[in-house]
């Protein structure tokens, strides 16, 4: 009897270590070049900006990140790029992470980059365990969304969502995303048997300088409703884009402009606005007919809405999509009376 319960807790102890596996810390390494833990900053107890930890897990959901307010400020999942996004104060030392169907860990951030830098991006790649009898899948997520993907010398088709999925031999495959105006982006995805990796990539404008110049010094500047800062000689992303100059106690001026290379100045000239305040915002009160939790203006998350919710908008073409992947073209003109959008 005593020999059958040994064996009995053997067996359970063993399908219990099969079951709860480690997830694996395959890298982390400085974006240099990624400038979202100061775009979207997240301020520390001593009000400076903290690091900013991109998570990938290659499609793993259910992460989580204890310890709030101690190890880290502030943890949110990003359904676009399939990340969670994690600040961390930059003096805190290390990270710790657990998931239901997985054992607890915590990464050491001297074991990989050193001491965090305030207001600096890094990229976290965490592996789930391999599967060998299943097979290699890789998918590749593109911004902007009508980006082409050449994979192993291939041309691909996108999925109705506009993902790439590749179900393939394990080994390493060249890839290549191209699309209009934006810097072609090249690597290599290595996938190992029973793998699924999840790459998502946002291509880099083109830009060019291009000096903008106003009657009013200090008037701003936003491309396609984003602040580029005031005229003067800014980097313009290449393309046609809706320019908008805008300055207190004067009616904007906006326009369609082609940004290409060698560019003439662009001179403006904004009249006072003696009569109105606000008048180019416009209300527009949008549904979601297939109850959505997220909504999307060009890509870019709506975080103050909720289904019915009024939000404001400028004057200018918007592409409105929800996490069910419906989309909507939305045409505000100046003046308009309030809108209502459903969809």
């Known amino acids: 009897m005593d020999m059958r319960k040994t064996i009995i807790t053997f067996l359970l102890m063993a399908v219990c270590s099969l079951q709860a596996q480690n997830l694996t810390i395959k890298s982390l390494t400085l974006l240099a070049d990624d400038n979202t833990a100061i775009e979207k900053q997240v301020l520390d107890n001593r009000q400076n900006p903290c690091a900013l930890i991109k998570v990938e897990t290659g499609g793993l959901k259910g992460l989580l990140f204890p310890n709030k307010g101690r190890d880290h400020k502030e943890n949110t999942y990003d359904e676009q790029t399939g990340q969670y996004l994690v600040y961390i104060p930059a003096a805190i030392k290390k990270l710790t992470y657990s998931h239901p169907d997985y054992l607890s860990g915590e990464i050491i951030f001297g074991d990989y980059v050193g001491k965090l830098e305030a207001g600096k991006t890094y990229l976290l790649t965490i592996e789930t365990p391999v599967n060998a009898m299943s097979g290699s899948v890789v998918v590749i997520k593109v911004n902007p969304m009508?980006?082409?993907?050449?994979?192993?010398?291939?041309?691909?088709?996108?999925?109705?969502?506009?993902?790439?999925?590749?179900?393939?031999?394990?080994?390493?495959?060249?890839?290549?995303?191209?699309?209009?105006?934006?810097?072609?982006?090249?690597?290599?995805?290595?996938?190992?048997?029973?793998?699924?990796?999840?790459?998502?990539?946002?291509?880099?404008?083109?830009?060019?300088?291009?000096?903008?110049?106003?009657?009013?010094?200090?008037?701003?500047?936003?491309?396609?409703?984003?602040?580029?800062?005031?005229?003067?000689?800014?980097?313009?992303?290449?393309?046609?884009?809706?320019?908008?100059?805008?300055?207190?106690?004067?009616?904007?001026?906006?326009?369609?402009?082609?940004?290409?290379?060698?560019?003439?100045?662009?001179?403006?000239?904004?009249?006072?606005?003696?009569?109105?305040?606000?008048?180019?915002?416009?209300?527009?009160?949008?549904?979601?007919?297939?109850?959505?939790?997220?909504?999307?203006?060009?890509?870019?998350?709506?975080?103050?809405?909720?289904?019915?919710?009024?939000?404001?908008?400028?004057?200018?073409?918007?592409?409105?999509?929800?996490?069910?992947?419906?989309?909507y073209k939305l045409v505000v003109k100046e003046g308009s009376a309030p809108m209502t959008v459903k969809f």
């Open 146 to 327: 009508d980006a082409s993907v050449v994979f192993d010398g291939k041309a691909a088709t996108p999925t109705d969502d506009g993902v790439y999925e590749f179900t393939v031999q394990p080994g390493s495959y060249a890839y290549s995303i191209s699309a209009p105006d934006h810097l072609t982006q090249k690597g290599t995805a290595s996938v190992e048997q029973g793998e699924t990796k999840t790459l998502s990539k946002k291509l880099l404008w083109i830009r060019h300088d291009v000096n903008m110049r106003c009657n009013v010094s200090d008037a701003q500047v936003y491309v396609d409703n984003t602040f580029y800062g005031k005229v003067g000689k800014l980097s313009l992303p290449q393309g046609k884009h809706n320019i908008r100059i805008k300055a207190p106690k004067y009616l904007d001026v906006e326009e369609q402009v082609t940004i290409k290379a060698n560019m003439p100045e662009l001179s403006y000239t904004l009249k006072k606005n003696k009569n109105v305040k606000d008048v180019h915002a416009v209300d527009v009160i949008i549904y979601s007919l297939h109850q959505s939790s997220k909504m999307y203006k060009n890509q870019k998350r709506i975080k103050e809405w909720t289904n019915g919710a009024t939000i404001k908008f400028m004057p200018g073409t918007y592409y409105l999509t929800d996490d069910d992947y419906n989309e």
